[in-house]
């Protein structure tokens, strides 16, 4: 199986800082790398879709890039209602696994 | 609009089997897949499995294979999930969600359906 990893696995920033989120796959998987935004006591939420593709809805403040092994998720101004943990997620080959999560804290 | 609503949440004891129901509302449920996420408590997501809407076939993750059985009823548009020989860590929250698909072959979950609790406990 593919195994993801992000880093940091949690950071403290304040609102109106740019915050980078790195995802890593343990081999290419082109651009099928999602990524998913999940607060405190509900239930996740896509935020973008094919490494860099804004989810409708999703706050402009939001971009993804990256392909092959190496992904960022980056908020361009972090908002208080951003405190969440971020994850993503490979959809290449047969079996979709999750990276293990950033938290985002506000300071 | 587009909707999953799960069943509630279930307390059973070590070794019984837990059916978990996902009703979609607000597209054409067969032009979907649906797959099932769970979380145990302070923990991350783990996929378990999808299956097609279209013909039902399903793929489950290696380490649940056996004991996890996913199946649609188009009739009422509803997805289930069952678990079998529940031990302790399959304490979780258990999320369906629709899978869409990309031209170039990606996918990815959305929306999510609200999680059902499972507690796995004597």
């Known amino acids: 199986d593919i195994q993801m990893t992000q880093s940091p696995s949690s950071l403290s920033a304040s609102v109106g800082d740019r915050v980078t989120i790195t995802c890593r796959a343990s081999?290419?998987?082109?651009?099928?790398l999602n990524w998913y935004q999940q607060k405190p006591g509900e239930a996740p939420k896509l935020l973008i879709y094919?490494?860099?593709n804004l989810q409708s809805g999703v706050p402009s403040r939001f971009s993804g890039s990256g392909s092959g092994t190496d992904f960022t998720l980056t908020i361009s101004s972090l908002q208080p209602e951003d405190l969440a943990t971020y994850y993503c997620?490979?959809?290449?080959?047969?079996?979709?696994?999750f990276g293990p999560g950033t938290k985002v804290d506000i300071k | 609009q587009v909707q999953l609503v799960q069943s509630g949440a279930e307390v059973k004891k070590p070794g019984a089997s837990v059916k978990v129901s996902c009703k979609a509302s607000?597209?054409?449920?067969?032009?979907?897949?649906i797959i099932w996420v769970r979380q145990a408590p302070g923990q991350g997501l783990e996929w378990m499995g999808w299956?097609?809407?279209?013909?039902?076939?399903?793929n489950y993750a290696q380490r649940l294979q056996g004991r996890v059985t996913m199946t649609t009823d188009t009739s009422t548009s509803t997805a289930h999930m069952e678990l079998t020989s529940l031990r302790s860590d399959d304490t979780a929250v258990y999320y369906c969600?629709?899978?869409?698909?990309?031209?170039?072959?990606?996918?990815?979950?959305?929306?999510w359906g609200q999680g059902t609790l499972v507690t796995v406990s004597s």
């Open positions: 969600a629709r899978v869409s698909h990309g031209s170039g072959g990606n996918n990815w979950f959305d929306p």
């Open positions: 607000g597209y054409t449920f067969t032009n979907y897949d």
């Open positions: 299956i097609s809407d279209y013909n039902a076939n399903t």
């Open positions: 081999q290419s998987i082109s651009s099928y």
């Open positions: 094919a490494a860099s």
């Open positions: 997620q490979q959809s290449y080959g047969t079996s979709f696994t």
